[in-house]
Structure formats: structure tokens, C-alpha cells
């Protein structure tokens, strides 16, 4: 199967490049598709317009989840998320990208599941819906709130999951989320890590074939669910990996997201 293959835009944020440099080694590398953390409509027509240049896919846009919490507890704390969240829709329909990828919570003791929480989510699915922009909630720690939308959405086919490979390893490991949402699942994030080890921040964000995720088994639960669409790769470049040039390590991760794909 001949497979198309993402990446963070903002994996050589520390570099201080234009989005536009950034793009070119992305696509110099043989990437097909980018996705941002950003949603500034301003800032995401730049980038829409920079990859169209270069024959990129953004393939979607990650909306801002910090405070995400707020959305389960009572009072107005969590408007200020909410309006970039729906920022984050608005950016996605003005320039034609298909996905919108959400957490639910965070932390590993969130808040409770609750009625007024479900209602915003609610909300968020209605708009994002009426823009035609379909939302991704992501694997993170807590297995039973991502349950408890595929549930409730289960009949809404723009509505599904973004599968987290690094977080399912680290965070829980004995759910294997493809096998339990299957055909829901949207788009991924590949990365890699060593597992929790008792560590309580254990989401390492590691060039794939740094830790020890097995992506056999991965590619094995994938296929086996029909999933044919892009393999994209989560990573920023750190100190770890201050000995590459930022072409090396955009180009490793190609290699190895390829490499993966063939296993």
C-alpha cells in the first residue's frame, strides 16, 4: 500500500526558521503532509499558502488544550479555550483542512465526566460540524474519557480519534486503542518513548527507534482495521538531538517513518 507520510510543522521550532523555511526541508525531505499547532487564521492562510507552493498537505491543525480540564468544571473558566478552539475550526474551514485534533482532559487524575462537560463538547462537535470539519480526540492518559466520546459520537462520522502510538505506549499500555475504536480512527501521531518506567512525565517525544515502541505490532493492529491513511510523525527537535542539522533530522524522520510503514 502505497502510504502518504506527515509531520509537525513546528518539529525545528527551535531553530527560529519561517514557517516557509521550515516547509521547504519538510518537502526536501519527502514529506507529503504537514500538521501545526497554530490557528491563527493569519498565520494558517501563510501556512496553507506556503505548502500549496511546494505540493504539501496540511493535513490538519492541533488546537490548544491547555486548560482543558476547565471544560469539566462548573463557571466561565473555560470560555477563553473554548473561542481559540473554535479559532482553531474557523482556520480549518477557511483553508479547506479536513481535521481538528482535541484532547479531553489532562493529567492523570482529571475531573469526573459530567453533564455540563459533555454539553460543551457537544457544542464543539455541532460547530466544528457546521463548518465541515470533522474533530479528532487524542489518546492521552485517561482511556475512559476518550471511551466515554467514541460512545457518544459513535454515530457521527465526523467525530473519531487521533491515535497517539507515544502516549498509548508510556501512558497506557495494555490499551490498544485501534483495536477498541477501529474504524474511527482519523489520523495519527507517531513518535516514540521508553515507557513509563514510574516516571510521571514519561511522553519523551523520541525520534522513532529511540525507545522501544513496538511498530510491528503497531503496523500489524493498523492494517488489521483497514486504516489507510497518512503515517505522521509528532516530534520537535531538542537537545538530544543537537548533534544533527535540521536537514538531518527532518530527513531521519522521514526515513523512519518509511522504514515503519514497511514493517
Known amino acids: 500500500m502505497d502510504r502518504k507520510f506527515g509531520i509537525e510543522l513546528e518539529c525545528l521550532r527551535q531553530s527560529n526558521l519561517d514557517d516557509s523555511e521550515i516547509l521547504k526541508k519538510i518537502k526536501d525531505a519527502g514529506f507529503d503532509a504537514v500538521f501545526s499547532n497554530k490557528y491563527d487564521i493569519h498565520e494558517i492562510e501563510y501556512i496553507s499558502n506556503e505548502a500549496a507552493k511546494l505540493g504539501l498537505e ?22 477563553p479555550l473554548k473561542k481559540t478552539i473554535h479559532q482553531s475550526i474557523d482556520s480549518a474551514a477557511a483553508f479547506d483542512i479536513p481535521i481538528i485534533i482535541m484532547h479531553v482532559d489532562s493529567g492523570w487524575y482529571p475531573p469526573d465526566i459530567c453533564d455540563i462537560g459533555l454539553e460543551r463538547f457537544d457544542s464543539l462537535v455541532e460547530y466544528a460540524s ?11 492518559r ?27 505506549h ?7 486503542f485501534t483495536e477498541l475504536f477501529g474504524p474511527k ?32 505490532d503497531m503496523m500489524r493492529r493498523l492494517r488489521s482495521i483497514g486504516y489507510s491513511g497518512n503515517l505522521t510523525v509528532e516530534l520537535e527537535k531538542n537537545s538530544k538531538y543537537d548533534y544533527m542539522t535540521d536537514e538531518e533530522y527532518v530527513k531521519t524522520a522521514y526515513e523512519r517513518i518509511v522504514k515503519i510503514s514497511k514493517l
Open 58 to 79: 496540511v493535513e490538519f491543525l492541533h488546537a490548544p488544550f491547555r486548560g482543558i480540564n476547565d471544560f469539566w468544571c462548573a463557571g466561565p473558566k473555560y470560555l
Open 130 to 140: 457546521s463548518k465541515g470539519v470533522k474533530i479528532a480526540f487524542e489518546n492521552i
Open 142 to 168: 485517561n482511556f475512559g474519557t476518550l471511551a466515554a466520546m467514541m460512545q457518544r459520537y459513535r454515530l457521527l462520522p465526523d467525530v473519531g480519534y487521533c491515535y497517539d502510538c507515544g502516549h498509548e
Open 170 to 176: 508510556c501512558y497506557t499500555e495494555t490499551v490498544h
Open 185 to 216: 480512527l482519523l489520523c495519527t501521531h507517531i513518535h516514540d518513548n521508553v515507557g513509563r518506567n514510574g516516571r510521571d512525565n514519561p511522553d519523551d517525544h523520541l525520534m522513532m527507534f529511540d525507545g522501544n515502541i513496538d511498530y510491528v
